[in-house]
């Protein structure tokens, strides 16, 4: 704050010193005085003028009342400048986003509306071309055209539904084509996709439709197979069925005690469930609860009897 005064002081001693000595003000020393101030004044605007700033993300080229635009690019910082003859044009240089929505044909005449999405800036060494042969609303003026242009002609090589199956082969075409096609206006493209595809509303019931007879012709032939294989089941059923009653018929004949063998087996099954039964069951005390006696042994025990 002293130093501030200090410095004040000083200036208004040289003032005084200028506009006639220590005495009163002259009109001399008050003319002096004044020019000093307007000279000060008039320096601060010229330099304040002769300088301009370029912000971060941005680059600056320069207009000359004599020369035109030079080709001069200036990074971020401040320059210098010859006020009124020369004017900085400032370009933001950061990548931006577009999305581009194009009606375009396919090869089998279908009608698809795709969405791209481009992610653009412009070539920093070439910003004094693309202001001299496009302007600053550069991207406005070539991406919407060329864009278009590339997707009709690549969508044009594929069929509708390739345009699925293939999506990233596609994908791949159009921003080799289109990355080609900006560099000749000086403009790199960082990013192209294609975000969005959809078909026209016959063609989509048209696609729904196939699905749907596809999966009821799976549908049928799975029914097929499996009545076949029913078919097939039954058909072992029955001869493993005809095999046991042939083997059964051959025992019988060879041996009756077969027979027997077997009404043995049904009368415990028949006893086993009875024992777990809470019902009563009255029968023969000679048949020990199980009517198993064959005909020889019943007309032994009435003959017992």
């Known amino acids: 704050m002293n130093d ?7 200036f208004a001693k ?16 008050l003319f002096a005085g004044s020019g000093l101030l307007i000279a000060l004044v008039a320096g601060g605007f010229a330099l304040n003028a002769s300088l301009f700033n370029v912000d971060g993300g941005h680059r600056a ?9 030079k080709e001069d690019v200036y ?10 003859f020369e004017t900085p044009i400032i370009f933001d240089i950061r990548a ?10 396919t090869k089998d005449l279908q009608m698809v ?11 920093t060494t070439g910003l004094p071309t693309i202001y001299r042969e496009l302007g600053k609303d550069y991207d406005e003026r070539v991406l919407p055209s060329i864009v278009n242009e590339v997707l009709k002609s690549v969508v044009a090589q594929f069929n509708a539904s390739q345009l699925i199956t293939q999506r990233e082969h596609v994908s791949r075409l159009v921003r080799e084509n ?31 439709a196939k699905q749907v007879a596809q999966q009821t012709a799976l549908r049928a032939a799975y029914l097929v197979d499996q009545a076949i294989q029913e078919k097939q089941s039954i058909i072992v059923r029955a001869n493993g069925e005809a095999k046991s009653a042939e083997l059964v018929g051959e025992a019988l004949r060879k041996n009756k005690g077969f027979l027997e063998l077997r009404r043995l087996e049904a009368a415990r099954d028949i006893a086993t469930l009875l024992s777990g039964s809470q019902n009563k069951v009255m029968l023969d005390s000679q048949s020990l609860l199980l009517n198993v006696a064959g ?5 032994l025990l009435k003959t017992q009897k």
């Open 4 to 10: 501030g005064q200090e410095a004040f002081r000083r």
């Open 14 to 29: 040289q003032i005084r010193t200028v506009g006639g000595g220590s005495g009163g003000p002259g009109p001399k020393g």
């Open 61 to 69: 080229i320069k207009y000359s009342r004599i020369h035109g635009v």
């Open 75 to 84: 990074n971020e910082g401040t320059h210098l400048m010859i006020p009124w």
């Open 96 to 105: 931006k986003p577009r999305n581009i929505a194009s009606l375009t044909g």
């Open 113 to 123: 509306n795709i969405t791209c999405r481009v992610l653009s800036r412009p070539s």
């Open 178 to 208: 289109l990355t080609e096609r900006a560099s000749r206006f000086n403009l790199v493209l960082d990013d192209v996709s294609i975000t969005h595809v959809a078909f026209s509303t016959e063609f989509t019931h048209a696609v729904e």
């Open 295 to 299: 005909e020889d042994a019943q007309d």
